[in-house]
């Protein structure tokens, strides 16, 4: 069975990092890209960036180029979202998800909650 | 970037409707394009990939068409269970994009 389990949510200052994380299993975790998708209290879904965790390869959305960074340790089968700096902007929830050939997205983790605040 | 436009934003409708959801792309598109459910506190749930493919598991009442620059989700007969907000999704080239969401409400 494919799954994707998120890690747990989160509550931090602005100005201060963090990185949160996807694994993967019940299935070959290079053979698939996956994307990370914001969502905003109350708000669409946002597509943010992808990796392909075989080679690292990634693609980054350019309304999120240079705020985030996403990574993957294929060695866990497990992929990464950073913040160097949050904002309050950033709380929303997370998800990860994988990425069909034809793009779309057929696993979806449960979601990490991030929240920013002062 | 190619932007996706939903419409409507919001629909108000009655168990037994058929319910259409209109996705316009601000260019041609490739038919890579994804039709997702998603309730309240709950990730997406993929329905239809690849314009017209329905994902296993996903009723029959739900369908998808469309080419080029427009695209619709059909629900036949609108069920209780279908009360939801419902985002389109394009992937060309790298990048992929999702519509801003139709919300199904009981009217």
């Known amino acids: 069975e494919v799954q994707l389990v998120q890690s747990g949510a989160e509550v931090k200052k602005p100005g201060e990092s963090l990185k949160i994380s996807c694994k993967g299993s019940?299935?070959?975790?290079?053979?698939?890209?996956i994307g990370w998708v914001r969502q905003m209290p109350g708000k669409g879904l946002e597509w943010m960036g992808i990796?392909?965790?075989?080679?690292?390869?990634?693609r980054y959305s350019p309304s999120f180029q240079g705020q985030v960074t996403i990574s993957a340790d294929k060695s866990i089968s497990t992929a990464y979202l950073q913040w160097s700096s949050l904002k309050a902007s950033d709380t929303a929830i997370y998800y990860c998800?994988?990425?069909?050939?034809?793009?779309?997205?057929?696993?979806w983790g449960q979601g990490t909650l991030v929240t920013v605040s002062s | 970037d190619i932007q996706m436009t939903q419409s409507p934003s919001t629909l108000s409708a009655s168990v037994g409707d058929r319910v259409t959801i209109t996705c316009r792309a601000s260019?041609?598109?490739?038919?890579?394009l994804a039709w997702y459910q998603q309730k309240p506190g709950k990730a997406p749930k993929l329905l239809i990939y690849?314009?017209?493919s329905l994902e296993s598991g996903v009723p029959s009442r739900f369908s998808g068409s469309g080419s080029g620059t427009e695209f619709t989700l059909t629900i036949s007969s609108l069920q209780p269970d279908d009360f939801a907000t419902y985002y389109c999704?394009?992937?060309?080239?790298?990048?992929?994009?999702f519509g801003q969401g139709t919300k199904v409400e009981i009217k």
């Open positions: 999704q394009q992937y060309n080239t790298y990048l992929w994009t």
């Open positions: 690849e314009a017209s």
């Open positions: 990796i392909y965790p075989g080679d690292s390869g990634t």
């Open positions: 260019q041609i598109t490739s038919n890579w």
């Open positions: 019940g299935y070959i975790f290079t053979n698939y890209w």
């Open positions: 998800a994988r990425a069909e050939l034809g793009g779309a997205f057929e696993y």
